[in-house]
């Protein structure tokens, strides 16, 4: 039996809850993406600020936070990267206190959106120059990664006939970054709607290879991680499309069984983590039972938290000041996870624009969540 808790227990552990990104200079923040250096402790959080008095949605800076995992609140912060459209952050651990901090530019403008990094070194508090991140081709070209790489591709493997509305950003932030047994570090790319390409890279991301597609198309985001010789994932739809799907593949993503919709709901960010032999899957959904529902998307107020196969609930966190835009690791099979909270977007209905409401990253131990504990 997993271990469910009820709303009133679910807010004494959000109160418990630290927050990592810069309150005495950023009023607003969006999109936390976690990475943890084994060797130091230390668990590094890139996200997008807003700054003082600004709570529309954050494009115009990356930031980095980093502290002792067992000590939020001796926590750092550092700049990455500014600009008039800087944006979909995404961070991948080094080792050796070193971490690698992706980021796009121009989401918004008309043509190919490239992909850029920059590594951090905590140990000698250095900060590299900016790379592309290049693509190598089918044909063993390498480019730069960009939009019409990513049509190309979907075109080439039978997908031409699809309408791909990639009109913004190749969301390249909308995943979770790992690497697997084999030496490859994974990853996957989407765009406002299109089928998810699946990539892996031997230098760390410096240079992409794809290797397969999801033939359904995602919302944004789809995250994936490997069991054994399966694929298992979980992707984000429009609602009353199912909204949060999980689906796996047995061939390294040549075939994929149907999509299994598990929540229709307005909802945001499924994760996937390996996690005591399986998965552990969240995401962030709307809870009706709040009977305040704004019309933005941000109006998101719970987390849910499922393990392996039977998709069994293990945990369902409610906050009254939302849950957005989910992030989750395991260290030694202590879960831990970072999320923005959306509190504006809860007082303000009727979606005015301009105020997103994504406040702050907040960051909580939420400990073992094996079956043996629990009744």
């Not at 508090?125 to 044909?139: A, I, P, Y």
């Not at 190309?152 to 039978?158: E, M, Q, R, S, T």
């Not at 962030?284 to 709040?290: A, I, K, L, R």
Request: contains cysteine.
């Amino acid at each position: 039996m997993f271990m469910c808790l009820q709303n009133e227990a679910c807010s004494a552990i959000l109160r418990a809850s630290v927050q990592i990104s810069n309150g005495l200079t950023e009023t607003s923040a969006d999109g936390a993406s976690l990475a943890f250096d084994k060797k130091y402790g230390i668990m590094f959080c890139a996200y997008m600020p807003g700054p003082q008095g600004h709570y529309g949605e954050s494009r115009g800076k990356i930031a980095l936070s980093y502290f002792p995992a067992s000590q939020p609140t001796n926590i750092r912060f550092l700049t990455i990267a500014t600009g008039e459209d800087v944006y979909c952050q995404n961070i991948l651990g080094l080792g050796e206190g070193r971490v690698r901090v992706f980021y796009e530019k121009n989401s918004r403008a008309e043509g190919d959106h490239k992909t850029f990094f920059k590594d951090y070194d905590y140990l000698a508090d250095t900060l590299s120059q900016e790379e592309t991140v290049m693509l190598q081709k089918e044909n063993g070209e390498v480019v730069p990664l960009c939009q019409s790489e990513q049509y190309a591709y979907l075109d080439k493997h039978g997908l031409s006939g699809r309408i791909h509305r990639c009109t913004e950003q190749i969301s390249f932030g909308s995943h979770t970054i790992f690497t697997h047994s084999d030496g490859y570090t994974y990853g996957a790319i989407t765009s406002y709607v299109a089928e998810p390409i699946l990539y892996r890279s031997k230098d760390n991301l410096k240079t992409l290879e794809f290797f397969a597609v999801c033939p359904f198309p995602a919302q944004y985001e789809m995250d994936y991680k490997f069991v054994g010789d399966t694929i298992h994932a979980v992707f984000r739809t429009e609602k009353d499309l199912g909204s949060v799907h999980y689906i796996y593949s047995c061939d390294m993503g040549k075939t994929w069984a149907e999509p299994l919709a598990f929540e229709n709901s307005i909802q945001c960010r499924p994760r996937i983590i390996n996690y005591k032999d399986s998965f552990l899957i969240s995401y962030n959904y709307y809870n009706g039972d709040t009977k305040n529902r704004p019309e933005i998307q941000q109006g998101r107020t719970s987390v849910k938290l499922v393990y392996g196969e039977a998709l069994e609930e293990v945990q369902d966190l409610y906050s009254k000041c939302g849950i957005v835009n989910v992030a989750v690791i395991d260290i030694l099979n202590d879960v831990y996870f970072a999320y923005s909270t959306s509190e504006l977007a809860l007082e303000f209905q009727n979606g005015n624009p301009k105020v997103r409401g994504k406040d702050a990253i907040r960051y909580i131990k939420l400990g073992d969540l094996s079956p043996q504990k629990g009744a």
